[in-house]
């Protein structure tokens, strides 16, 4: 087998910032105003003054208003690799870190999305991976602008729980071999707070604050392997493929100082991914995936990003290898089978579990209430049904909905193209396909 891409070089002090010695004065805490308006006027933010603000915000003496402030200081000032590497670490160590068996070391992996219209990837991904062999600890998050979020979507599943304990978690990787769940007050914390906070202060689509979110989360994780998935495109939050690059560039850089060997997937995203958007719907179409069948771009993109995860941990001996078998996972029943087995595991009655895994389209319809409201937009050229759109209210806010409209590019092309959404893909140093 083909000898995978080497761990990045991990120096004792990831950050190159220089520790407090015994003849240093001790550390006085900035006031946040001070650090506001550093950050406000272009300046640098120390290792002890991004450490000060996130202690602030997971004590609670961050009011609202500061940490906006700071967000948009940081949106419209930026921030350099060393700081955005300093505040990723800061938002890890604002909870606990997991803790695995040694012997899961090279299994342990995970995909993380910036987020576009119809991206149900991660509940196909985690399940079929998880029957490839895989642990997948998945911290996900919720939707931010018009984007819907992977816990949101579970949820709709009645009786699924986001909220699980690290001990939990490691019961759920010997069990199922993957779990899906959400930020708490052990599992990175002050992220929690900011991820929130981005989405009321038009801060979502800023660089560094992006980085330190998707790379914190993972950092507690203690993965062999991280794939991001950077959407570019009228549906995403970066229309512009260099925006994208950039970012990629951002995680896999910022990613190898912490010592994670981090990947970016460009994935192009003009329309929707697949042909349902919104959380009951996206549950649905997941699960069609989960048959073997479904919309041909979502199929595509799972098996190619699974496939680069394999390949990267080591597990086979190239990303072809790899993809080939999250489809076979896919084609025989064992991703959806991982599918079941979490669903109830998190909380979901035995019964329906089943029921939504081994029931038709129709069945699951009316085992989901959410699909219940919908509407079908369809494609100017011949009135083709070109996408399914919740009409429920809980889904999708008013607001949301907007934007989603907004986002949507219908015009007189063909409603489903075959051609794979992966544009490019950013490697690690030293790893080659």
């Known amino acids: 087998m083909a000898s995978p891409p080497p761990n990045p070089a991990v120096p004792g002090n990831p950050s190159g910032v220089r520790g407090r010695g015994p003849s240093d004065p001790p550390h006085r805490p900035k006031q946040l105003p001070e650090l506001i308006r550093k950050k406000r006027d272009g300046g640098r933010l120390s290792e ?3 450490r000060d603000f996130v202690h602030a915000v997971v004590d609670g003496s961050a009011q609202g208003a500061q940490i906006g402030a700071m967000l948009m200081a940081i949106r419209l000032q930026g921030m350099n690799l060393e700081e955005t590497a300093l505040l990723t670490q800061a938002l890890a160590r ?8 040694e012997a899961w070391r090279q299994h342990l992996v995970d995909k993380h999305s910036t987020g576009g219209v119809g991206d149900k990837v991660s509940l196909v991904l985690a399940p079929a991976l998880a029957a490839c062999g895989c642990k997948v600890p998945m911290i996900s998050g919720r939707g931010l602008g018009h984007t819907g979020g992977t816990l949101d979507k579970l949820e709709s599943v009645p009786g699924f729980s986001v909220t699980q304990s690290p001990e939990q978690m490691k019961l759920l990787l010997e069990q199922v071999g993957c779990c899906i769940v959400g930020q708490s007050e052990k599992l990175v914390p002050a992220d929690g707070i900011l991820y929130a906070a981005r989405d009321v202060t038009a801060t979502v689509d800023s660089l560094p604050l992006i980085t330190a979110s998707i790379l914190s989360k993972k950092a507690v994780e203690g993965l062999s ?3 991001v998935d950077v959407k570019f495109g009228e549906a995403a939050l970066f229309p512009e493929q260099e925006q994208a690059r950039e ?3 951002t995680l896999v850089g910022v990613g190898a100082g912490l010592g994670l060997r981090v990947a970016a997937a460009l994935t192009a995203m003009d329309k929707p ?3 349902s958007v919104g959380h009951s719907l996206e549950v649905e179409e997941a699960l069609l995936c989960l048959d073997g069948a479904g919309p041909p771009d979502l199929r595509d993109l799972v098996t190619r990003l699974g496939g680069a995860l394999l390949w990267l941990s080591g597990q086979v001996e190239a990303q072809s290898h790899g993809a080939a078998r999250v489809a076979a996972a896919l084609d025989d029943g064992s991703a959806r089978g991982r ?3 979490m669903l109830a595991a998190q909380g979901v009655d035995p ?4 029921a939504l895994c081994s029931g038709s389209p129709a069945q699951r319809r009316q085992l989901l209430p959410g699909t219940q409201g919908q509407e079908e937009l369809r494609a100017p050229a011949d009135g083709t049904p070109w996408l399914r759109v919740h009409l429920d209210g809980a889904a999708l806010s008013r607001t949301q909905r907007r934007a989603l409209q907004g986002a949507l590019v219908l015009s007189d092309r063909a409603p489903f193209p075959a051609p794979s959404p ?3 893909l950013i490697l690690p140093a030293g790893a080659r396909p």
Do not use: C, H, T
Request: glycine share 10%.
């Open 422 to 424: 992966l544009a490019e």
């Open 48 to 50: 002890a003054d991004i």
């Open 247 to 249: 970012l990629a560039r």
């Open 339 to 341: 599918f079941q087995r």
């Open 273 to 275: 991914l697949g042909r």
């Open 94 to 101: 604002s909870g606990q870190k997991l803790e695995w068996p």
């Open 351 to 354: 019964g329906l579990a089943r």
């Open 225 to 227: 392997a991280l794939v």
